[in-house]
């Protein structure tokens, strides 16, 4: 617990811990991404489907799911708490706006992306908690509301999750674009945010930067782009 609390406390520290709970939510973004592209090949009539069954899988896990969760939870505030310090410590030692801040060194990898972390992360932190209300506490949550749960061949129920995915956005424009744009700001923020992980972490030398950079601009891109899509596709489709 003291080398964690010494590491908040000093910049190094803060861009370790920033780059290893970056890189572990984007590992797990990658494998919540690859369940729902399973809702792709989704028939509605057919609750028995691949992304219910990984929903069982999780479900069934028990307590080790909560451990999974509050790690999870833990990282997800460590990252935000540590971006929204650097961010202010930024601010308060530099007088001038961003708009007119010249980066110093070469090559600079100021841009878009990395102006606006602070914006699309703190869009994605409301985001989390309304994406939460919705599906994993929406309809369903509760056992008691059985239209959203099926039998199983045990005997046991299972959560039609894949039934309140796509009512969510079959019907809601709103949503879905609201969604989508969300989306287009999370490939932002991984856009820059892979990037800096691995500088954080020491994995750039100056051969290999451009390479990184690009693969981590298209990591970024092909994660929000799968997100961005599928309400998309269920909104037109169903």
Do not use: C
Not at 14 to 39: D, Q, Y
Not at 78 to 95: D, F, L, M, Q, V
Not at 124 to 141: A, D, R, S
């Amino acid at each position: 617990m003291l080398p964690l609390l010494h590491a908040f406390q000093n910049s190094v520290g803060r861009k370790i811990l920033t780059g290893v709970t970056g890189i572990a939510l984007v590992l797990f973004l990658i494998a919540h991404l690859s369940a729902n592209l399973t809702l792709f090949a989704v028939d509605p009539s057919n609750p028995d489907n691949a992304f219910n069954r990984y929903a069982l899988f999780l479900h069934d896990l028990g307590f080790l799911l909560y451990v999974v969760e509050f790690g999870l939870a833990a990282i997800f505030l460590i990252h935000a708490y540590i971006g929204i310090a650097i961010w202010w410590g930024k601010r308060k030692a530099r007088p001038e706006a961003y708009a007119v801040y010249a980066s110093k060194g070469d090559p600079s990898r100021q841009s878009f992306s990395s102006r606006t972390m602070i914006v699309s992360g703190l869009l994605l932190f409301v985001f989390m908690f309304m994406h939460l209300k919705t599906f994993k506490f929406g309809p369903g949550w509760d056992v008691a509301d059985a239209a959203y749960y099926v039998p199983i061949e045990n005997g046991g129920q299972m959560r039609n999750l894949s039934k309140l995915v796509i009512e969510v956005f079959q019907d809601n424009l709103a949503y879905v674009l609201s969604y989508s744009a969300v989306m287009v700001m999370l490939g932002f923020h991984l856009r820059h945010g892979v990037w800096s992980a691995l500088q954080s972490l020491g994995a750039m030398n100056r051969n290999l930067a451009p390479l990184l950079y690009t693969v981590a601009g298209l990591i970024g891109v092909a994660i929000a782009l799968g997100f961005f899509v599928l309400p998309i596709w269920i909104y037109i489709v169903y």
